[in-house]
C-alpha cells in the first residue's frame, strides 16, 4: 500500500512539471512560430452549392497567395477544399504554415473542382485580390465570400504609376453590405480610363502608359462603380538646372538660368517659375531677377513634356 502511494504522489509531481513548463499545452503564445511568425486565421462564406459550372458558388476549392508572408520571404501557398456541406456556411481555417504580421498583398483563386489547381477540367470561378494587414494573433483579413451581392468597389493600388514603355498591374475589390471580400467571375471587371489621351486600360486591368500626365482609372463589377483610382503616366523624362544646386544674386540683380533635359521625344524644354512669392521674377527664357529684399528662393524648372517632372535650384539674394 505504502509502494503503490509513493507511485502516485510522483506521478502527480511529474504531471504538475510538465504543466507548468506547458509540454503539450495550449498556454499564452501556443502556435506561435520562430521570429513571431503565426498561423494565418482565414474565414470563408462558401455559398450554396450550384450546378452552374462558371459561377463562383461552384466552387469546390481555392488557393490563397500571400507573398512574402513567410519568415525568410518565402510565399504562403495554400490549397484548401470546400466541405461537404451544400448549405450556405462559414469555415474558420488555419494555415497550415505560419505568417509573419505585416502588410501584404492576398490573392484568392476559386476553382470549379477540388484539388486548387487551374486545368481544362477545373476552371476558375472567382477570384479575390486585396491588400491585408496580419495581425500579431494572425488575424486581420476581413471575411471572404464566393458568392454575395456586391455593394462597393474599390481599384488596387489607389495610386500607382505607369512609365512610358511599360504596364502596371490594376485589380479590384468587390465588397458586399458588411464589407466583407467578395469573389469576382472572370471577365466581370469593366475597366476605364478618364482619360485615354494619357492611359489605357485592358479588360484584364492592365493600364499602358499614353503620354504623361495623371489620369484617373475606374472600375466596375455587376454595375457597381469604384471611386477613381489615380495613376500616374510617367515619362522617362530628366530635367536638370546646371546652376544647381544654388547661386548668389545681389538685390535687383539677375541671373541667366539654363536646364539640361534628356529622353523628352519633343525637345520642348522647360518652363520656369520661382517657388515663393516675391522671390524675385524669371522670364521664359530664365532670366531670373531678384527682388529689392534679401532672402533665400527656389527657382523651378519643369518639363513642358511632362510637367510633373522639374529640378530646382536656390537662390541666396543679399
Known amino acids: 500500500m505504502f509502494m503503490v502511494r509513493r507511485w502516485v504522489l510522483a506521478c502527480t509531481a511529474?504531471?504538475?512539471a510538465l504543466s507548468l513548463f506547458g509540454c503539450g499545452g495550449h498556454g499564452a503564445g501556443a502556435g506561435a512560430g520562430a521570429g513571431g511568425a503565426t498561423p494565418l486565421l482565414l474565414d470563408i462564406i462558401w455559398p450554396a452549392r450550384t450546378r452552374q459550372v462558371t459561377a463562383p458558388a461552384s466552387a469546390l476549392s481555392v488557393r490563397v497567395s500571400l507573398p512574402g508572408a513567410l519568415s525568410g520571404g518565402g510565399n504562403l501557398l495554400w490549397s484548401i477544399?470546400?466541405?461537404?456541406e451544400l448549405g450556405v456556411h462559414t469555415v474558420h481555417y488555419i494555415s497550415p504554415q505560419a505568417v509573419v504580421p505585416g502588410d501584404y498583398r492576398l490573392t484568392m483563386t476559386f476553382f470549379a473542382e477540388a484539388g486548387a489547381a487551374s486545368t481544362l477540367d477545373n476552371p476558375i470561378v472567382g477570384t479575390v485580390n486585396?491588400?491585408?494587414t496580419v495581425f500579431q494573433d494572425g488575424g486581420g483579413v476581413p471575411t471572404v465570400e464566393?458568392?454575395?451581392t456586391i455593394v462597393a468597389v474599390t481599384v488596387l493600388p489607389s495610386q500607382s504609376t505607369v512609365v512610358d514603355g511599360g504596364a502596371a498591374q490594376l485589380f479590384a475589390i468587390g465588397q458586399d453590405f458588411h464589407g466583407n471580400l467578395v469573389a469576382v467571375e472572370p471577365g466581370a471587371i469593366a475597366w476605364a480610363s478618364l482619360r485615354q489621351d494619357l492611359l489605357t486600360v485592358t479588360p484584364d486591368g492592365l493600364a499602358t502608359f499614353v503620354s504623361p500626365g495623371m489620369a484617373q482609372?475606374?472600375?466596375t463589377i455587376d454595375k457597381v462603380t469604384s471611386a477613381p483610382g489615380d495613376v500616374r503616366a510617367a515619362s522617362l523624362v530628366t530635367v536638370a538646372v546646371d546652376q544647381a544646386p544654388s547661386v548668389a544674386v545681389a538685390t535687383n540683380g539677375t541671373q541667366q538660368f539654363t536646364a539640361t533635359v534628356a529622353n523628352d521625344p519633343f525637345s520642348l524644354?522647360?518652363?520656369?517659375t520661382v517657388q515663393e512669392q516675391g522671390g524675385g521674377t524669371i522670364s521664359p527664357t530664365g532670366l531670373?531677377?531678384?527682388p529689392a529684399s534679401p532672402g533665400t528662393f527656389t527657382v523651378v524648372a519643369s518639363s513642358i513634356y511632362d510637367p510633373l517632372v522639374s529640378n530646382t535650384c536656390a537662390v541666396v539674394v543679399s
Do not use: E, M, P
Open 81 to 84: 477544399d470546400r466541405d461537404a
Open 130 to 132: 486585396a491588400n491585408v
Open 217 to 219: 482609372v475606374v472600375a
Open 14 to 16: 511529474l504531471f504538475a
Open 288 to 290: 531670373y531677377t531678384a
Open 146 to 148: 464566393a458568392q454575395a
Open 269 to 272: 524644354g522647360v518652363s520656369w
